[in-house]
Every structure is written in C-alpha cells, then in structure tokens.
C-alpha cells in the first residue's frame, strides 16, 4: 500500500511540476547568470575556479522552503546531511565522499565544517543552521586544509548571511504546515546615519503536534519551539574600511528526539524482555513512525528492588529538552591600497543544552541518560588578501582557536543483572543504576597559512596553498572515572601538529571551458574519548586522521551560456581513520564501553557532474550525480578479550554508491504577476547509517521529492509546498549497543504547508 502512495505522489508532482531545482537566469539576456563563490576567501565566478564546489543564491534558498541546511543537501552530488536524534538542537551528521561523524560526542572535532560568516561551528550540535536570512550557500567537496578555520577532511558548508542594506526595507514571510506547525520571521533594515546601516532578524516556529506516534505514553512525540532573534549593525568608518558586528540569540524548546528501538533477535533485549522487531525493516512497534520510549518502569519481576524517587523524576521529566545559542561575530575590513586588502573575523559561539533521552526505546527503563553540558568557542582569523591585476595574487594570515566544553552526565541503567537470568526467573532483581560522569575538555588551536595563484599565461595558472596547525587539548573526568586519583596530580593532555599542502593547476582552453587538476592533503586533529570507562582510556589519546585528495575536473559553459555542465574525478588516500568501536568490557557496569581508535586505511574514489540549464524564458533545470567507491584497506583491532577483529569487509556508512538530484522550474507571467512552478527528485542510493553494517539499521535506496506552485503580485507572494511528497522513512542514523539492542532515528515524514511572503522597499 505504501509503494503504491509513494508512487502516486511521485506522479502527480513529476506530472505537475516536471520535477527539480531552481536555477539562476538571466532571462533578458537569455543566459545563466555568474555564480560568484567565496571558496577561496575571495569574491570568484565558480566556473574560475579550481576546486569541487556547488552554489545556491538567495532566491534558490528561498524557494526550496528549507527549514534547515538538511533541506538543502540536494544542492551538491555525494553529500548525505542527516539529523541523528541524538540530543537537543539537532545533532548533524554530514558526510561529504562518505566522510564524516556522526556523534553528539564534543571530543570529536567535525570532519565536514559548518561556516557561518566566517566562523567555523566546532560542534556537531547546532550545526544544522535553520534557514532563516540566508543569502548564499557553498558546498566544498573534498579536504579543505588551507582556508577554512579548523582543518577539515570531508568539506565545507560555507554559509552567508545578508548584510545591511542601508535602505529601509525588509521581508516577513509567515506560514503553516501539517503537524499542527506555524511560522513567522522577518528581516528589516535601515539606516541610522549615512554610514551606519542596521538589520534586524525575529523568527518563531512552533511544532504543535510531533511526527511520531508513542504508544506507550499514547501520544504524539517531537514537539518543537524555536524562537530567534538577531542584530546586525554594519559602520561604514572611511571609504576604504568597514566595520560589523552581528548577534544572534536561538531559544529552542523541544521534546526529546525520537529513538526508535530495532532489536533482532539474537539481541540480549529480545530474548530477555521480548522487545523483537518483527523484521529487520521495521521497529518493535511495527512502525518506524512509532516509539516507545519514555515509560520509565523498570522490568517488572519478583523481588522487585528500584529507586521509586528517581524512577517518578524521569517520568516527570521525560521529554523535556531545550538547545540555547548565542552567536557574536565582529568583522573589519580595510582597503589598505587598491591591491592589498585586510580582513580580521573574531567569532564566539556557546551553546547551553540539557535533554533526558531514552535510548532504549522500550516500555522500561533500561537505559536513559541526563546531558546537561556547556560549550564555547572563541576564534580570530587575521587575513591579507593581495591583488594588482598582474600575474600574481594570494591570501594568507594567521588563525587562532580556543574552545571548551563539559558534560555532565548521568546514566540510569535498569539491565545490570541480565548475567543473572531473565526478568521473569524466580528470584531475578531489577536494579537501576545512577552513575554519573562529567567530562570537560579544552582546545587550543594556531595556524598560519596561504594559497597564491601565478598566472604564467593567460591560459596556464598554478595554485600554491599551505597550512602549519598546532593542536593542544586537555581532558578532565569527574564521577566513576577520575583522572586526578589515586595519586595522579595532573589531568591528560596532548599536542599534534601538521602542515596541510595544496596545488593545483587550471587551464582554460577558451572562454567557457576550464580544466584542472588539484592536490590537497586534509587533517583532522586527535583527542580524547570523551565517552571512559576506566582511567586507562581517559590517559589513552587518538591519533589525528588525514586523506589526501587527487582530482581533476573540467568546468564549462555551453551553448551560448545556457548550458553549465561541470564534472570531477577524484581519488582520496584516507589513513589513520578514527573510529569509534565499541567493545565488551568486565570493567564497566554496563558490561560494554565505546574506545576511540585509529586502526583503519581506506580509499575512496568517485565521479561527480552537475548541470544547470536555461532551456528558455520559461524552464530552468538544475540536476548533479555522484558515484561513489569507498572501501577499507585495512581495519584490524584487538578487542577488550586479546582477540584480533577484521573489519576490512565492511562498507563505509553514509556512502551511497549513488546519489543524484533533478530538480526544475516553470515560470509564467499571469495575471498581472508572475506565477513558478518547482519540483525536484533526489536519489539516494542504499547505504548503512551503522558503523558495523547491521542489517536493521540499513537503508535502501531513497526517492525524496519535493513541490510548490507559486504566485507572486507586486509586494506579495503565495505558496503551496510539499516535502518528502513520497512519505520516506529512512533511518538517518543507526547504533547497534553491544549486542544488547539496537536504536535509529527516522526521516521526518511527508510535510506540506502553506506561505505568505511581503516583501518592501523605501
């Protein structure tokens, strides 16, 4: 029944949209329009330069309807963006070639970086920027070792925001969607004086009813309220200097994300509490829109012993979660000379958060956990940008990082004498355990670096790029495991250090077509587990990781600029890959403990083409594929008993061996304004969202399509929209606990809503 409703939406939006992206044209000229990037920390067309990026303008953003860069993840070939309903605020999970984390963990730096003005977001909490004033999006596919902020080996999400215009003006966009959800943001800017201009941001959201059904406390889960609020004050001091400053303040309110439980039946949760999913494709509900989590009893037996206060206190505070932000971004920049320009970005960014998950997903309290926890980043960029004209121009400068953050933690444990016999044996007693355990660590980053371009010819460049980073971090552990005992006075701490290079080479064989070829070197510095089970792995570091990048590409404009077709192929060298494993242990109460760890090598190889069209006045169409070829070299460890374990045949998680995107626009003048139609279907082939590939946590292959019909009139705009129109309901994130029991989160289902749009100028 559910194939039949995927394929009938498929249809009606295919038939009335002609399915895909919006894209940029020129429709006086009758040709696309220059697409200009910041990729390389300077204004460039796209098509001049020599790296994998994809681009959406303002008015793409907008008319995707994305509540958040999620919603986006169409933009790029082989980019898998996922929530993984790991804690509050949305806990992102963006692979880019199969590269990337997937943890709430704050040990581990990204491995694909989320910009945001310049500033790069060092937690994977919070990344998941909402789409609010958006003004451009940038997708850099493969390692950036150079340019932006911490290194990183998958990529980069380069996102900008609109600066003040000066002009009195603004737009306030108003909306309402299924699941009982509305809407209401809003940008206004003016100016104070002559050369102080001011813009002002307020959105609300607010989710009313949740997208999944718990049948255990018989009602909805996954409520939401978000609220922002932001000012950005733009000074223009002199004609050759700029200053600005930005603030931004997000409130969120939500119930904890939703974990579905996903037991086989070799699983000690099956066989001990006859929590069994009927098959591997579905939940123990039989749904994978359906919960169970949150009944907070433990497993009921003879002799029953349980801590009756704290069983009442998480009931009473189950579903309760919140995420706060508040961002402060200062930027100067000074035209010292017509050639030489300087650019200095300080950011800070905090975040403060707390949510009491249930990962067990049953009926039971087996095991939940409380997370309240900080973390604070600070960073300065210092940035000289050279350009005369002539055959030489380069940026360098200076980038310094200082980050900390604690969790404390609390985990209630209701499954510790399963080594006794089953829940319903005579004499069998249910205990729940409290054990707590707080984490802080610190990071400490400096880096110099540089890329320089030299053009030998008018045809010929050379691109020269590096970048020197020293890493420190530091390690605490307070609770069951304290690293200050016993005798030790000092808490764990480490440094690495590594040089990133760069080149690259382009040739444009005329105006429209460009080749290149581009060696980059991505790294990613070590740490400590920030998830110990005994003071031996709090003292036990991991190694850094990095991937060395080969690719060549060519970009090209055809037929008369109404064809942009770009295509790239690459191979990347990935070593000392950090994984996190997870393993038996007689020393923990739980009886399994999770170890970070450098024990694999790995290559991956792949294609990627994109292309955007101006077909004519009316049809746009914007479509890209990737092919994927990851595999393991080598993945060999000891585990916790002495014995080797080879996980050398596994597949890599989130590395689809295909993914694609067709996406289109109609567009008409009616009625004295002008209407659009948009439509786009995005493939996502099969792929594991596990590290250890478990089958009931895979995902088959994926069709997501999403519409709108839309009219504008004068000041005003009107929408219909539609996502997920296919009802897919995916995982975007599996974990298999130990051979206890396995969890997943899943794909928001169908949504579709209606919006309002004034827009006004002075």
Known sequence: MKTQRNIMFAAIAAASVGLSVPTVVNAQAGVLEEITVTARKREESMQDVGLAVSALSETEIQRQFARDI???????????????????????????????????????????????????????????????????????????????????VGGIINITRSQPTGELGGRFRAGV?????????????????????????????????????????????????????????????????????SYIRERLDQDTPALVNATR?????????????????????????????????????????????????????????????????????????????FDYIFGRWESDEDSLQDWDGTPDLLYHTRRPGEFKQDSHELRLTWDDGGAFSMVGGLFFWDSEYESRMRSYIGFLDLANGAPNDPGFTSLIADIPQTTRQTTESIAGFFEADYRFTDKLTLTLGGRYTEDEKTSEQYGEVFTVADGRTSHPEEKWDEFTPKVGLRYALDDNIMLYATYSRGYRAGGFNGRVASVVEAFQPYDPETIDNYEIGIKSELLDRRLRLNATVFNMDYKDKQEELQLPSNETDTGQKTVVANPSTATIRGIEVEAMAYLNENFSLRANLGYLDSSYDDFVFQDAEGSIVDFSGLEFRRAPDYTGTIDATYEWDVAGGNAWVRGSYRYIGEHHTSVTNNEELKNDSQGLVDASVNYSINNLQFSLFGRNLTDEDGYTHGYEVAGLWSYAATRPPRTYGLEVVYNFNN
């Open 70 to 152: 999620q919603d986006l993840a169409n933009i790029a070939p082989n980019v898998i963006i996922d929530d993984t309903g790991q804690g509050p605020g949305g806990t992102a999970a963006i692979f880019i070639r199969g590269v990337g984390v997937a943890d709430l963990e704050k040990n581990f730096d990204p491995a694909v970086g989320v910009s945001v003005d310049g500033v790069f977001i060092g937690s994977t909490a919070g990344a998941l920027m909402r789409g609010i004033d958006i003004a451009s999006v940038e997708v850099l596919r493969g390692p950036q070792g150079t340019l932006f902020g911490r290194n990183t």
């Open 265 to 341: 039946p070799d699983q000690a949760f099956c066989i001990f509490y006859n929590y069994c999913s009927p098959n591997n494709d579905t939940t123990i509900t039989g749904d994978r829109n359906g919960v169970a989590g949150g009944g907070g009893e433990p497993a009921p037996a003879p002799g029953l012993v349980t801590n009756v206060t704290l069983r009442d206190d998480l009931n009473d505070n189950f579903m309760e979660a919140f995420f706060d932000t508040d961002t402060h971004i200062v930027e100067a920049r000074w035209e010292i000379s017509d050639a030489l320009r």
């Open 177 to 245: 969607e299924n699941y009982d959800t509305w809407y209401l943001d809003g940008v206004f800017n003016f100016a104070v004086t002559d050369d102080l201009a001011v813009k002002l941001t307020a959105s609300k959201r607010d989710q009313g009813e949740g997208y999944y059904d718990n049948v255990t406390r018989r009602g909805d889960q996954g409520r939401q309220d978000y609220e922002q609020l932001g000012a950005n004050f733009l000074w223009t001091a002199t004609d050759t200097l700029e200053l600005e400053y």
